[in-house]
């Protein structure tokens, strides 16, 4: 928003001033933003520094980024809907379709409806070997039959064996005796069950827990007692530094704030309820050292109160500081919704960095289709093998043309 310069003042110190625009000043050359509030630097001739330049692009970028952050909150709505509504849907489906196939192939191994070569027995055994493997942490009670008759006698004494040797291990660091199969148990009959689960191994847990923290509390002291360069002491005596000055610039900032907003002493309970919910907002800033907030609630009792602008003022050698506090705040945000967003289960595949509605619909309807299909692929295969066994091999050919290998 366009502002008028102020009169040059050769004799004055540079300063830096933070003030609100207002929209009935005179226009002048200054270039106009799309924002309502921003900040305005003045000084000698009233030029802009680079750092206060650097400051103003940089809380522009945290603005945006704010904005893009609360954006994207109906598009991670949309991913949620999609994924309890149609996606999950059709993965339980594929799982119990999945059952049901690997309980068929056994079948057919296990009774001998079929014959096979010995390289053809051999490789569906390990095959379904290695589904039981894998699932028998989520459903132990259906797999692990399967899996004592899937085994040959030198793996399962290799399994016990293994077993035994990590249990004594346990032993003898924790003292305490559990059985590894029924430790890693995830299926109750009840909350009862699950609960006296918990209890069993309740002081297992505590010893390990306490066993981690001893671990990395000597990890950490040992690298702490190496001796420190001079470099590395120097460059720890400048960061302490910098965070006692950009202490001093905060508490300067939030006293000149507060002084403004202290609801006891507004009487209007209109605007007691909103400085009352600004100063919260502050001394949580203040406390966190988010010199990015502070500013922002800095323009938001501009807006509250106009005919009470703040007036505060810092050395270049404090913007800086700012600048670099903004721009690890912006990093922070950007992390968080990445973070928020790719760690959605049916978001690892999605192609771009960049999230848009459009390329998010284009996206959610491949998923939709490509899930359909896997299931349909499943339904067939039970279909098939209920049918006529021998389709069995033709399943094996297919797995061995796809580089599948034990």
Not at 42 to 49: D, V
Not at 310 to 316: A, G, L
Request: charged share 35%.
């Amino acid at each position: 928003m366009p502002t008028s310069k102020p009169k040059s003042n050769s004799s004055s110190k540079p300063k830096s001033t933070i003030k609100k625009t207002n929209s009935n000043q005179t226009k002048t050359s200054v270039e106009k933003t799309s924002y309502e509030e921003e900040m305005v630097w003045s000084g000698e001739s009233s030029n802009q520094t680079k750092a206060q330049k650097e400051f103003n692009d940089a809380l522009r970028k945290h603005k945006e980024t704010l904005d893009r952050s609360k954006a994207i909150e109906p598009l991670f709505q949309l991913v949620n809907e999609t994924y309890l509504s149609v996606v999950l849907p059709e993965l339980n489906k594929q799982k119990q379709l999945e059952r049901e196939r690997f309980e068929l192939m056994c079948s057919i191994l296990l009774e001998e409806k079929l014959s096979f070569g010995k390289m053809q027995r051999e490789f569906l055994r390990r095959y379904l070997l290695d589904i039981c493997n894998d699932n028998l942490t989520e459903d132990p009670e259906f797999y692990n039959p399967f899996r004592d008759q899937l085994e040959t006698k030198f793996e399962k004494m290799e399994r016990i064996r293994y077993k035994n040797q990590m249990e004594s291990r346990i032993k003898q660091t924790f003292g305490v005796d559990i059985d590894l199969d029924d430790f890693n148990r995830t299926q109750f009959d009840s909350e009862e069950e699950r609960k006296s689960h918990e209890e069993k191994y309740r002081d297992f847990r505590e010893k390990y827990e306490e066993y981690r923290a001893e671990y990395f509390r000597k990890s950490q002291s040992g690298s702490k007692d190496k001796r420190k360069s001079k470099a590395q002491m120097e460059k720890e005596k400048k960061q302490l530094e910098a965070e006692r000055l950009l202490s001093t610039d905060i508490n300067t900032l939030f006293k000149n704030l507060a002084k403004l907003i202290h609801p006891d002493k507004e009487q209007d309970p209109i605007l007691r309820e909103k400085k009352a919910k600004l100063m919260t907002k502050l001394s949580g800033a203040r406390d966190n050292m988010n010199i990015a907030e502070i500013l922002e609630i800095k323009l938001q009792v501009d807006e509250l109160i106009p005919n009470q602008q703040t007036n505060v003022s810092f050395h270049d050698t404090s913007i800086k500081r700012f600048v670099g506090i903004i721009k690890s705040k912006i990093r922070e945000l950007e992390d968080a919704i990445r973070q928020r967003f790719f760690s959605h289960p049916l978001m690892a595949d999605f192609p771009s960095r960049k999230i848009t509605k459009e390329s998010l619909d284009v996206y959610l309807k491949r998923v939709k289709l490509d899930n359909q299909m896997v299931t349909k692929a499943y339904q067939k295969e039970v279909d098939e093998l209920t049918k006529d066994p021998k389709y069995i091999k033709e399943m094996i050919r297919e797995l061995q043309s796809l580089g599948v290998q034990f």
